[in-house]
Nanobody, 121 residues
Framework: QVQLVESGGGLVQPGGSLRLSCVAS????????MGWYRQAPGKQRELVAR???????TDTDSVKGRFTISRDDAKNTMHLQMNNLRPEDTAVYYC???????????????WGQGTQVTVSS
């Protein structure tokens, strides 16, 4: 299977910035969805941002104007630039890629191992 490796998490003060990276072990021919999710203690995993194959990005309301998702197909890489971080952004962040395998149209869901982001003074 495809393996997703995440990096870039850490401890940052409120108002600071971090850039998360997600690298796939190999290229994926047909991607139906890709994005970043996060899970805070005691809460369910939630969608943070997603990006389409034509680079159209959609962010959840709580991060709009602060987070930017991007991808680089040549490097099999997806990024999440996080600016003006807030304490409520503290969570484990996961990258996700959903692909379709032909000719059966089977849907495959790949997850990274997660990277901790802590926003605190």
């Amino acid at each position: 299977q495809v393996q997703l490796v995440e990096s870039g998490g850490g401890l940052v003060q409120p108002g600071g910035s971090l850039r998360l990276s997600c690298v796939a072990s190999r290229s994926i021919n047909i991607i139906s969805a890709m994005g970043w999710y996060r899970q805070a203690p005691g809460k369910q995993r939630e969608l943070v941002a997603r990006i389409s194959t034509d680079d159209n990005a959609t962010d959840t309301d709580s991060v709009k104007g602060r987070f930017t998702i991007s991808r680089d197909d040549a490097k099999n890489t997806m990024h999440l630039q996080m600016n003006n971080l807030r304490p409520e952004d503290t969570a484990v962040y996961y990258c996700n890629i959903q692909s379709i395998t032909l000719p059966t149209f089977k849907v495959n869901n790949y997850w990274g191992q997660g990277t901790q982001v802590t926003v605190s003074s």
